[in-house]
């Protein structure tokens, strides 16, 4: 029986073995793209290309010490696949991307609650009464310093010099949680999937209230990439 299990146990390894295949190993002391490589014995982190049957390729950056994954990437035929993550060597989430996600492009615009100019701070709609302007909770700043602090440039589009413009329809709830309903204009599905991530992740709104009582808002807010 115990020979049994062994066998079995050889079989599943080398199953494993053949389904993928590390092509390339490097070494280096920075955790970032673009360091400068170094020898193993001097190396904080390694990284390795790895091939699958499929004809993905996965990049990925591992601290050696206690084999955390700082960063993954994956292609297939050259083209951004799957799930992106990129964390800072202290363990804090720096950016998540999945460029398998379908995003939702549609040019209507709901009219069922007043539209705000998050950037300026104002309303845009035709409103009768005492309107309170949200405060975006944690970055008492405003909107704008949330975006500056947050945005990562997605890694393909840095790569590929893909610049422009993605215009997002987001609604805000009464209480204050955001939610993207549709991307209305995108240069390009790497900026959308970048926008949507910021818009998604934003913190709960303080929130926004007529003549006393919290309301819920639309924003069209536009976010412009540019390399220069």
Request: proline fraction near 4%.
């Amino acid at each position: 029986m115990k020979q049994f299990i062994t066998f079995l146990f050889s079989v599943a390894f080398v199953g494993t073995s053949l389904a993928q295949e590390i092509i390339e190993t490097k070494y280096f002391k920075k955790w970032y793209t673009g360091a400068t490589e170094v020898s193993e014995t001097k190396a904080v982190f390694k990284q390795t290309k790895t091939k699958y049957p499929d004809g993905r390729i996965e990049i990925k950056q591992t601290r050696i010490k206690d084999n955390f994954v700082i960063w993954s990437k994956t292609y297939l035929d050259n083209e951004p696949v799957g799930v992106w993550f990129q964390y800072y060597d202290n363990g804090k989430l720096m950016s998540r991307l999945d460029y398998d996600q379908n995003l939702n492009y549609s040019e209507e615009q709901p009219n069922d609650a007043p539209y705000v100019d998050l950037y300026s701070k104002s309303v845009k709609s035709k409103i009768d009464g005492n309107f309170e302007f949200a405060s975006l909770n944690e970055y008492p700043e405003g909107f704008t310093s949330y975006l500056v602090k947050n945005m990562r440039y997605p890694g393909p589009a840095f790569e590929k010099k893909i610049t422009g413009l993605v215009v997002v329809l987001i609604s805000i709830d009464e209480q204050g949680k955001t939610k993207v309903l549709s991307i209305l204009k995108s240069e390009h599905k790497y900026l959308a999937l970048e926008a949507y991530r910021l818009l998604n992740e934003l913190p709960t709104w303080s929130p926004f209230k007529l003549n006393g009582s919290t309301i819920k808002v639309y924003a069209i807010v536009p976010i412009k990439f540019n390399l220069g």
